[in-house]
C-alpha cells in the first residue's frame, strides 16, 4: 500500500466523551495502517459514524447522521460507509435489514480490529457485521490519534458499568464495569501530557468506582494523586462521579491537591425518595442534600455539575415540584435535563404508570427555565472576580474575541469565558478579571500572562 496514493478516512463521533475516546482509537488503528485522516467528508474514502444508542434522541441523530453521510456515496468519492459503536451493538439484525447502504457494522467490543476488518470487506460481497462481545478494555500500547485540541484530553479510567440503573442500556452495551490498570493508565497519561496535553478530563460512566474489580485495588484517589505528580499538567477534571461513591478522601484531594479542578461532575438524577427508588439509585435524598452540603462547606468555591432526569415512570407532580424547589435551593453551577426515555430491554420500559411526552417536555422546559435564573444570578456574584482561563481560540461571532474556559468549566457541556483585552496563544493559561456575564458565558480582561 505503501507505494499507492493512501485512501482518506473520515470520522464523525456522535454521543459522549466515552464514546470520542473510540473514535480516536480507531483513527490511530487507521492511520498506523497507512491511511490518511480527512475532517473533510466529501474527499473521503472511508465514512465512518462512531454512534450513540443511548436515549432516544441519541439515536435519531445517530440514523440521521448514517442516510445522510450515505449520501457521499452517491455525490462523491466515498466507497465504504461503516457505522461503529452502541448503535449496531444494540440494534445489528435490524440495522442490516434497514440500512443496506452501510457496508460494515462494528460494535463497541469489536473496533481495534477496524484495519483488519476494512481489509476483508475488499475481499468479501455484502454486509459485514461485527457485533460480539463488548467486554474489550484498550491498553496503552494501543494507537490512539488524538481529535481533541492539543492542550485537553480525556482519559477513559474504566469501561462498562455495574451500576445497572432501571432506565439504562449501557451495561448490556458495554458490558459490566472493566477499570482500567494503574500502570496503563499512567503510561497514557504521560504519553498524552508530552505530546503538549494540560487538561486532562477523567471519564467513565462511573469514575468513584474504579479499581474495585481489579485485584491490587486502586482507587481513583491514588489515581489522582499520581497523575499530580506529571510535570507539564496543570487540571485535572472529574466527571461522571456517582454520589454514593464521593468519599471525605475524595472531598480532601479536590480541596488541597492545586491541579484538580475545583469541579465534580456529580449526576443525582432525581431528589424524590419514590423517584431514586424506582430508578434503582443507591442514593436517597437524605444522602445527596448531605453530600452537596459538604462539598459546598468544605470546598466553598467548588462548581458542581449534576444531570437529572424528568418524567421517569411514577413521577408525580409532587415529585416533580420537590426537584425543581431543589434546583432553586441548590444553585448547581451546572445543570443538564433529560426527558426520560423508554428504552426496550430495561426494567423501566415496563413499568406501569408511563408519563406521557407532553408532560416530559413541559416538566423538561420549566427545569431549564429555572436553571437558566440561577445559573444568571450566580455568574452575577463573579463579576469583578479573578480566574484561571484555559485559552482555546477565537469566537465563532467574531476574530476580535477570544474564548476559553475557566478550571470550572468543562469542555462542550458548560460554558465559555470570552476575552475582551490581552494576547494569547491557544492552550495557554492565563489569569483573568471577570468584567461581565451572561445565563451560562462569563465575560473578562486578561490581567497576567501566560503561566509557565
Known amino acids: ?190 504519553q498524552l501530557v508530552e505530546g503538549g496535553v494540560k487538561e486532562l478530563n477523567l471519564i467513565a460512566q462511573d469514575i468513584t468506582a474504579y479499581g474495585r474489580d481489579l485485584a491490587d485495588k486502586p482507587n481513583l484517589e491514588q489515581l489522582v494523586r499520581e497523575l499530580a505528580k506529571m510535570e507539564g499538567l496543570k487540571w485535572i477534571r472529574l466527571l461522571y462521579a456517582y454520589p454514593d461513591g464521593v468519599t471525605d478522601s475524595l472531598i480532601e484531594l479536590i480541596k488541597t491537591e492545586p491541579k484538580v479542578c475545583k469541579y465534580l461532575d456529580l449526576p443525582i438524577q432525581h431528589i424524590a425518595d419514590p423517584v431514586l427508588k424506582g430508578m434503582g439509585r443507591r442514593s436517597s435524598e437524605e444522602q445527596i442534600r448531605t453530600l452537596i452540603a459538604k462539598l459546598r462547606s468544605e470546598i466553598p468555591d467548588i462548581a458542581i455539575r449534576t444531570s437529572l432526569i424528568v418524567g421517569f415512570p411514577g413521577e408525580t407532580n409532587d415529585d416533580f415540584k420537590k426537584l425543581l424547589q431543589y434546583v432553586e435551593e441548590t444553585r448547581f453551577d451546572r445543570l443538564g435535563v433529560f426527558c426520560y426515555s423508554r428504552e426496550e430491554g430495561t426494567p423501566a420500559a415496563d413499568m406501569p404508570e408511563q408519563v406521557s411526552e407532553r408532560v416530559k417536555r413541559e416538566r423538561h422546559k420549566k427545569l431549564m427555565r429555572t436553571q437558566a435564573r440561577v445559573s444568571f444570578k450566580h455568574n452575577r456574584t463573579l463579576v469583578d472576580s479573578e480566574e484561571d482561563v484555559l485559552v482555546e481560540g477565537y469566537s465563532e461571532e467574531t476574530e476580535l474575541l477570544l474564548k476559553g474556559r475557566s478550571s470550572r468549566q468543562a469542555p462542550d457541556v458548560d460554558g465559555l469565558v470570552y476575552i475582551t483585552a490581552g494576547n494569547a496563544n491557544v492552550g495557554d493559561i492565563v489569569r483573568l478579571k471577570i468584567t461581565d456575564s451572561s445565563d451560562y458565558d462569563l465575560i473578562g480582561e486578561i490581567i497576567e500572562p501566560p503561566f509557565a
Open 1 to 190: 500500500m505503501s507505494t499507492k496514493t493512501k485512501e482518506k478516512v473520515s470520522l464523525v463521533s456522535l454521543g459522549c466523551p466515552k464514546n470520542l475516546v473510540d473514535a480516536e482509537v480507531m483513527l490511530g488503528y487507521l492511520s498506523k495502517d497507512e491511511y490518511e485522516i480527512t475532517t473533510d467528508e466529501t474527499q473521503a474514502d472511508i465514512i465512518i459514524v462512531n454512534t450513540c444508542s443511548f436515549i432516544k434522541e441519541a439515536k435519531q441523530e445517530s440514523i440521521d447522521t448514517i442516510l445522510d453521510l450515505a449520501d457521499r456515496k452517491h455525490d462523491a468519492r466515498c466507497h465504504m460507509l461503516i457505522v461503529t459503536g452502541c448503535l449496531p451493538q444494540r440494534y445489528q439484525e435490524e440495522l442490516v435489514k434497514e440500512l443496506p447502504e452501510v457496508d460494515i457494522f462494528i460494535g463497541t467490543g469489536d473496533y481495534p480490529r477496524i484495519a483488519e476488518i476494512v481489509a476483508e470487506k475488499r475481499n468479501t460481497e455484502g454486509q459485514l457485521c461485527y457485533t460480539g462481545d463488548p467486554n474489550f478494555v484498550y491498553n496503552d500500547e494501543l494507537p490512539r490519534l488524538q481529535s481533541s485540541p492539543h492542550y485537553t484530553a480525556y482519559l477513559k479510567i474504566a469501561e462498562g458499568c455495574s451500576n445497572n440503573c432501571a432506565y439504562c442500556v449501557i451495561p448490556a452495551l458495554r458490558g459490566a464495569m472493566r477499570s482500567r490498570p494503574l500502570p496503563v493508565l499512567l503510561a497514557e497519561a504521560r
